[in-house]
T-cell receptor, first 115, second 122 residues
Framework: AQTVTQSQPEMSVQEAETVTLSCTYD???????LFWYKQPPSRQMILVIR??????QNATENRFSVNFQKAAKSFSLKISDSQLGDTAMYFC????????????FGQGTRLTINP | GAVVSQHPSRVICKSGTSVKIECRSL??????MFWYRQFPKQSLMLMAT?????????EQGVEKDKFLINHASLTLSTLTVTSAHPEDSSFYIC??????????????????FGPGTRLTVL
């Protein structure tokens, strides 16, 4: 069975600081995708960043980057120059194979950015 | 692009009644949609995979006779909570994976989420 674990239920940092959210996963598959989703108070799920397992290069989207360690099955999210609007629940997620595949979510990390 | 809508956004009903929630992909077609349930301060739990033109695939522990799913077109999936009870009160979220006509191939794997429906059963 595929599982995703986020070991940090809550985190809090000051605005402009850098914060790293942890995620580990377990799978025996070789073709899979990893995602970080953000859920602000509106509860709308927003894709932050995605990583294909076959790519060695870590994905980057503006202030968001990942540290993908395939052998360790680790997929952490780094937010640089954090902003008040980054306050949200962050979910790490995983899907196997190509096409329309179901997502398996971690427990989530509640991130608060303080002014 | 890639917008998914849900209707209604909130619904309150009496115990024993049935409630239908619609999930629409507004600017793309989706042969597959997903239904999730989220309790307060918890993660999303997949309930079922909705397949256009065929029966839905339910996750273990989800009662298919209680949570009826119909995916009659490439842009619409519905979830009907039958004989709802207070324990069914939750936040229901759908997602859709654009394939084919969106220009993105099957390897893209991105799902787009609806804004969710808050169901309260009294």
């Amino acid at each position: 069975a595929q599982t995703v674990t986020q070991s940090q239920p809550e985190m809090s940092v000051q605005e402009a600081e850098t914060v790293t959210l942890s995620c580990t996963y377990d799978t025996s598959e070789s073709n899979y995708y990893l995602f970080w989703y953000k859920q602000p108070p509106s509860r709308q799920m927003i894709l932050v960043i995605r990583q294909e397992a076959y790519k060695q290069q870590n994905a980057t989207e503006n202030r968001f980057s990942v540290n993908f360690q395939k052998a360790a099955k680790s997929f952490s999210l780094k937010i640089s120059d954090s902003q008040l609007g980054d306050t949200a629940m962050y979910f790490c997620a995983f899907s196997v194979g190509n096409g329309a595949q179901k997502l398996v979510f971690g427990q989530g990390t509640r991130l608060t950015i303080n002014p | 692009g890639a917008v998914v809508s849900q209707h209604p956004s909130r619904v309150i009903c009496k115990s024993g009644t049935s409630v239908k929630i619609e999930c629409r992909s507004l600017d793309f077609q989706a042969t597959t949609m997903f239904w999730y349930r989220q309790f307060p301060k918890q993660s999303l739990m997949l309930m079922a995979t909705s397949n256009e033109g065929s029966k839905a695939t339910y996750e273990q522990g989800v009662e298919k006779d209680k949570f009826l799913i119909n995916h009659a077109s490439l842009t619409l999936s519905t979830l009907t909570v039958t004989s709802a009870h207070p324990e069914d009160s939750s936040f229901y979220i759908c997602s859709a994976n654009p394939l084919g006509t969106s220009g993105r191939g099957p390897s893209y794997n991105e799902q787009f989420f609806g804004p969710g429906t808050r169901l309260t059963v009294l």
